[in-house]
């Protein structure tokens, strides 16, 4: 009457080992590690070589160093040694192997090779940054202007119509001045069949014919949204030079992203990469130097050239027609200049950025090409107590050189100040141009000391309510409640196993939703034993008695997991980062607790009761 059959004996031993196989290696913690990535490639062993020599070179000690999918990982004793560690392997392998500090399982080989690791970590258990960056829509707005004022001036002049200015003004909105109203209508017709989506419309200002254009509501959302998907492309990009695994990048909003970088031990470097907004612009020198000083001195700039400042404060003239702008460049690495030894940067442009660099350096040989760095810089000041932030625009030119050859889809930019300078502009050159800049506006930190604190507080409150139920249990309950708090531990290892096979990612809140498995799962089986309770009050023999409790039971325990599960879901499904960890570890737990509240009790139930002929009371 009570007795599995063997298959389903063996089915649920089976279960029980490969759960207690997958969680294993959870147990071993983590060490201080080096993760090394190769852009574009592979790390291969000869790089991993490379750099073991140079750490023993430097007597730091290793202790393990293997590849590990497509990158290099190697493992040190102490955060110490890892901190040492990180500029020789930077120093030995170069530029083109990005080095970033994190924390890697320190489980043994044989577990990593059969692909058994122990689940991620989240950031308020592992430790690292966590970011919140706020997009400035309205510059991606007037970014989106210029580019097409930009496209207006080459039209204009290819149907040869004459123009006096065009510029974006202060109501954003492009604004073209005209000679003549009959030129305005002119231009008119010719520019609002290739920007459909501008607004165009013909006004006078001080008695001047005006043509302003301005983005539809469709074509303001419509750019909006590309600055939102091409600056998470961006900060992905990003994220992949520092080398970190398991990053969270993601839209919160309209106009937000949330970057969580978990492991990460480098915070102030990874802020200073995230947060960057450097781009480049490549522009041809407009005038002579006397031109320049006349143009700062008067204030009269030329109807077809701005005038910009180079580091030292000297000023320079470059046309407005902009060459080649950063969203063309592919690739980016620093070194130096052959010829005087300065730092450098080595630039890669893609096809139609190499083309138009060839056509217009080509035409323009023995004349002089700027380099305008731009960056936009949020400072915050205290004005009447409060903080307030001040955006700034730095645009400076860092190189002019005379134009000796025809450039194409390669050339050096010097005019650095140091070798730190030229990597960092490489590295955010290699990562993309963001499309409109963004400010942080949230920044936590969470040091591995405090993620430890975390797990060891969420260990504290899983042990202090398993401690507490099985203590109930088993007292109220005797042998059926030390069976069901075994099924309890059970329960917890298959959870840690699922994480792990799924690897996927434990929080806080996943924790939280481990202990409230604990009463979910021990409910299941009060309801049997109960049911057992009753049927022996209403005169059945204890064998059929638990045979009862388990079938009579089994509806009302499907249907409240059911539920249960249902509401995890729709937890999945609506909420944001936490809840989602919170619904995942619920989800598994609940799944988890109809096998062992149904399955693994009544396989041990069976085991101390099922050969029992005679009988005569159970222990509940």
Known sequence: MNRYPWWKNLIIILVLALGVFLALPNIYGENPALQISKRNASVDAAALAQAETALKAAHIPVKSARIEGQDGLIQF??????????NV????LGEDYPVALNLAPAAPRWMTDLGVKPMFLGLDLRGGVHFLMQIDMKAAIKTALERRVDGMRGDLRQANIRYISADVDKDDQIALRFPDAAVRDAAAKALEGNYPELRFQSVDRDGQPFLTAQLTEQGATA???AALEQNITTLRNRVNELGVAEPLIQQQGDDRIVVELPGIQDTVRAKEIIGATATLEFRLVA????DWLDAQQSGHVPPDARLYHEKNGQPVLLKRQVIVTGDRITGASSGFDQRSGSPAVFVNLDGQGARRMADITGQNIGKQMGVVFIEHRTETKM???????????IQQVINVATIQDQLANRFQITGLDSPNEARDLALLLRAGALRAPMDIVEERTVGPSLGAANIQSGIDASILGFALV???MMIYYRVFGTVSVVALGVNLVLIVAALSLLQATLTLPGIAGMVLTLGIAVDANVLINERIREELRNGMTPQAAIKAGYERAFATILDSHV???LAALALFALGSGPIKGFAVTLSIGIMAS?????????ALINLIYGRRTRLTQLSI
Request: aromatic share 4%.
């Open 77 to 86: 004793d102490s955060t110490d040694a890892q901190l040492k560690a990180v």
């Open 89 to 92: 392997v930077r120093t030995a």
């Open 223 to 225: 750019e909006r949204k």
């Open 287 to 290: 005038g002579t130097p006397s």
């Open 383 to 393: 004005v009447d107590g409060k903080p307030v932030k001040d955006k700034k625009l």
């Open 470 to 472: 099985a203590v109930f």
């Open 563 to 565: 539920t249960t599960l």
């Open 594 to 602: 109809m096998f062992t509240a149904i399955m693994v009790t009544r």
